[in-house]
């Protein structure tokens, strides 16, 4: 599989990554580790005339606490949120959910903007986004906006993002003291999720569902039933109410919702809910 012809520019800064947007138009993608472009340049399924690489910008990376805000730079490796002490203490979900992403060679070049950026419903931090109630900050010649994740993903493979926008920091209210549980179902130990289920457990439990729609989506009818008093049972048989799980070759539609509700209650279970 080799993809088609392009441009290679490496941008220096946001604002020159941001002029070569501008200037490029739709033509144009970005690049950060490059583990969800890449293969779809190699199936010529994107096919820009520009690539645009980003991944040097050190305004782009590291983690940060501002308060009872966690701050991310978008082109933060995996490998860094697995591991780094402000994640664990502050988003313990977003800490588990990167652990399994790939194999270590993958979590140490793909980075959290990139997968959330590529917009693809079966990855795993989109859902672990929605379910920490993030917020993502993208700059483009207009200045600097601020998007609530659940406004994000628009569609497969969309995002809210402007063509001349670069994705610069996402941000997450801390979840100090509140348990994780990160589940998802696949085939082989690298393989996409056929389903998963992103939760945080405290007064108000949160859980989003991966590979169950277009976009990441939340378990809103599980959600509400544990707020009502539902017991964890009962409320995981309600996980998949209301979603568009798809049907291709690892399982139809009816497995997933299948899943979704088996692994919500193993998500439940793990969060000390009964």
């Given amino acids: 599989m080799i993809p088609g ?27 950060s580790g490059g583990h969800s472009l890449l293969p779809l340049l190699k199936l010529r ?9 980003i991944r040097s910008l050190p305004e782009l990376s590291g983690v940060r606490a501002d308060g009872n805000t966690l701050q991310i730079g978008a082109a933060t490796p995996h490998r860094v949120l697995e591991r780094h002490p402000l994640v664990a203490r ?11 992403i790939g194999d270590p060679q993958v979590r140490s070049r793909g980075t959290i903007g990139g997968s959330i950026a590529h917009a693809d419903p079966a990855a795993d931090l989109p859902a672990t986004l929605l379910a920490l109630d993030a917020t993502v900050t993208a700059r483009g ?16 493979w969309q995002t809210a993002l ?12 801390s979840h100090e003291g509140r348990p994780a549980s990160f589940q998802k179902f696949r085939q082989r130990s690298q393989d996409w999720a056929i389903v998963g289920v992103a939760a945080v457990g ?27 008093g539902a017991t964890a049972h009962e409320a995981a048989q309600l996980a998949d109410k209301g979603t568009e799980p798809p049907s291709d070759l690892r399982g139809d539609a009816a497995y997933r919702r299948h899943l979704a509700r088996t692994l919500t209650g193993r998500a439940l279970a793990d969060l000390g809910l009964t």
């Fill in 90 to 100: 502050m988003a313990p979900l977003l800490a588990l959910a990167a652990a399994t």
């Fill in 162 to 173: 402007e063509a001349d926008e670069v994705l610069v920091e996402i941000e997450i209210p």
């Fill in 141 to 156: 010649p207009q200045g600097a906006r601020r998007i609530p994740i659940k406004d994000f993903f628009v569609g497969i």
């Fill in 202 to 228: 405290g007064p108000q439990p949160a859980m989003a569902l991966i590979n169950m729609g277009q976009t990441p989506v939340r378990a809103t009818a599980s959600e509400q039933a544990l707020t009502a």
């Fill in 45 to 53: 399924m994107a096919r820009p005339s520009v690539v645009i690489d």
């Fill in 5 to 31: 012809e392009f441009d290679y520019l490496r941008a220096v800064s946001v604002d020159h990554a941001i002029g070569l947007l501008t200037e490029h138009g739709e033509e144009a993608k970005l690049m």
